[in-house]
């Protein structure tokens, strides 16, 4: 991968060295001159890692251009750092996910009404229920109503399941690695990420020139 802004044979980028990206600098050939800001702390070579881009590299200089290459070059390796892997037996098929889903937003329903809503077959939505209700995920209950209807709803253990699926992120990996950093690198990590995703907002302000 190369550094945005800088010579193809200047810079290269590793993840093993320092727990985090690396940018690792080669002299340029001939007369081949650095970009005006190769007066940055990445010139000095070395492992340069979160920590040094937050309080070093990154300043209210920094064009909006350079910066967006930056984070989608990076956005990536913190997804593969990050992402939450479940083992086969955690996790829910479509079908299983869209019932349980569907049954948060719609609450306690027949299985007649959810395969309705879901427009499949009672048979079907018969089959994934039992296998559901057999995993402890889903309980069949009596409607207070009338005695006779008998309801489907989620456990504690199908809410807890369903929670775990959302989770785009490991929050342990995510925590471990906060712990590393400065507490003035958290909080500016997590502060510009908030006002990363506000101004992709459409009712963000523009920022006048």
């Known amino acids: 991968m190369i550094r945005p802004g800088w010579p193809s044979d200047s810079w290269t980028i590793s993840g093993a060295s320092c727990g985090s990206l690396a940018w690792t600098r080669s002299e340029p050939r001939g007369d081949e001159r650095l970009p005006v800001d190769a007066a940055d702390p990445h010139r000095s070579g ?76 009672q048979s079907v939505c018969t089959e994934i229920v039992d296998q559901l209700e057999a995993k402890g995920l889903l309980a069949r209950l009596a409607d207070s109503r009338d005695r006779r209807r008998r309801l489907v709803w989620l456990t504690e253990s199908g809410h807890a399941l369903l929670a775990e699926e959302r989770e785009v992120l490991s929050h342990e990996r995510v925590e471990a690695a906060m712990a590393r950093l400065p507490d003035r690198t958290r909080a500016s990590l997590v502060s510009g990420l908030r006002a990363l995703v506000e101004a992709a907002s459409p009712h963000h302000p523009r920022r006048k020139s």
């Not at 984070?71 to 990050?82: G, T």
């Not at 992402?83 to 019932?99: D, F, Y």
Request: charged share 20%; net charge positive.
């Open 46 to 121: 070395g492992c340069i890692g979160i920590d040094d881009a937050f309080d070093r590299s990154y300043d209210s200089a920094v064009s909006p251009t350079r910066a967006a290459a930056d984070f989608a070059a990076l956005f990536p390796e913190a997804y593969l750092a990050f992402h939450r892997t479940r083992p086969k037996g955690r996790r829910l098929s479509a079908q299983s996910s869209a019932v349980l889903s569907h049954l948060v937003l719609a609450g306690p329903l027949t299985v007649t009404e959810l395969a309705r809503h879901l427009s499949r077959s």
